[in-house]
């Protein structure tokens, strides 16, 4: 039979207009993409936090895992909808559902156990997140099967998780953020989350370069407006036809190149789902 998931798309309302008004496609229909590409047996429903179906109608036991993705919210100023996310995060954890995710999933899955996350002093890790290294543990974790001792992905995120609850086991950092990939096991449920995006295409930071230019040269991401521009250039390109001249410009990796390598912690979540390894 098929896998049954639940995609929540974590953006609220405002967040999904800005990505719309800058030609991005909403979270929850890349993590639907991604899953299909990654798995074909899979039947996938996306839940928009915030709008249609009340997240707090939702019984994860109607499914085989549930899938958050990255989001607009900032976990640790809650507001209504992160007090509802949290809620349904830590359901699932008691009633021993499955959960992965990316970006302000690990964060989700730190905070609903008990962990803390607050900003990044260095400001927002954009583009791509350079030399990820399993740790020990991570090294021989399912999660990171097939990854090599330094890897590399797509990010974009200025939060991150910065104490681990009880129950977790830290599985990949790098010099910008200590918690890149984690597994967190609580109340019955296991959690696996990566602070960077397997779901995510080249067209979609160069989208949200457009969106958020401004920031990121204020912190020095991007020197002027040129060099944004190039890198949304390059980046649009590489989506397009995998250029060569861009490549080099952005130091893009076969690793980061290749979409099945970029699906590599998608691929072994739902290979572990399927073989019922995260059910207690």
Aim: glycine share 8%; aromatic share 8%; charged share 25%.
């Amino acid at each position: 039979m098929s896998l049954r998931l639940l995609v929540i798309d974590a953006y609220d309302p405002n967040g999904r207009r800005l990505l719309r008004s800058v030609g991005a496609t909403p979270a929850g229909t890349l993590y639907d993409r991604a899953l299909r590409e990654a798995w074909g047996d899979v039947e996938v429903e996306v839940l928009d936090s915030g709008e249609g179906v009340p997240i707090d109608s939702v019984d994860p036991r109607r499914f085989d895992g549930l899938v958050w993705t990255g989001s607009n919210l900032t976990i640790h100023r809650p507001d209504e909808m992160v007090h509802l996310q949290l809620a349904l995060a830590r359901d699932a954890f008691s009633t021993g559902v499955p959960q992965f995710g990316s970006c302000w999933a690990i964060q989700l899955a730190a905070e609903a156990a008990g962990g803390a996350c607050a900003r990044n002093p260095r400001g927002r890790e954009f583009g791509i997140a350079r030399a990820i290294a399993p740790t020990a543990a991570g090294a021989v974790h399912p999660l990171l099967r097939d990854r090599t001792d330094v890897y590399e992905a797509f990010a974009s995120h200025e939060d991150m998780v910065v104490e681990l609850p009880t129950g977790a086991t830290l599985l990949a950092s790098n010099d910008f953020c200590a918690v890149q990939a984690l597994e967190v096991r609580h109340g019955g449920g296991v959690f696996w989350a990566v602070q960077y995006h397997p779901e995510y295409e080249f067209r979609e930071l160069a989208r949200l370069a457009v969106l958020r230019r401004e920031q990121l040269m204020r912190e020095g991401r991007f020197a002027d407006d040129e060099e944004a521009a190039a890198f949304v250039a390059d980046f649009e390109r590489l989506d397009e036809r995998g250029d060569a001249g861009s490549r080099e410009r952005q130091a893009v990796s076969d690793v980061v190149a290749d979409p099945h390598s970029r699906r590599t912690e998608i691929r072994n979540w739902l290979t572990a789902l399927r073989g019922g390894e995260l059910r207690s």
